[in-house]
């Protein structure tokens, strides 16, 4: 499967900004997704996660409250909305999907998005 993520922009702090991601292929629906997120001088981090039901959703707790992922099967993308951003959450921003059940970890995940940048002013 390829992922194309986009969405990402320059935002004030306290602003939102929803990201998507397109899938390609016939089986986007057989694939667990995930958002993950790499800051300047860090490591890549898990961000949320959804099932591909979306019955079950994971989310880092810096995010928890703030970030909502969702999913749409028949249109092959999965979305981030992100909510009262700060300065902690520029990164950029890689969508990945992962065979069978809901990861968090990126190890788990075998596709990967080019990567969308997220800047939050404040």
């Known amino acids: 499967v390829q992922l194309q993520a986009s969405g990402g922009g320059l935002v004030q702090a306290g602003g939102s900004l929803g990201l998507s991601c397109a899938a390609s292929?016939?089986?986007?629906?057989?694939?667990?997704m995930g958002w993950f997120r790499q800051a300047p001088g860090k490591e890549r981090e898990f961000v949320a996660a959804?099932?591909?039901?979306?019955?079950?959703?994971y989310y880092a707790d810096s995010v928890k409250g703030r970030f909502a992922i969702s999913r749409d099967n028949a249109k092959n993308t999965v979305f981030l909305q992100m909510n009262s951003l700060t300065s902690e959450d520029t990164a950029v921003y890689y969508c990945?999907?992962?065979?069978?059940?809901?990861?968090?970890?990126?190890?788990?995940?075998?596709?990967w998005g080019q990567g969308t940048l997220v800047t939050v002013s404040s």
């Open positions: 990945a999907a992962a065979v069978g059940s809901i990861r968090t970890t990126s190890d788990d995940y075998a596709y």
């Open positions: 959804i099932s591909w039901s979306a019955v079950r959703k």
């Open positions: 292929g016939r089986t986007f629906s057989t694939y667990a």
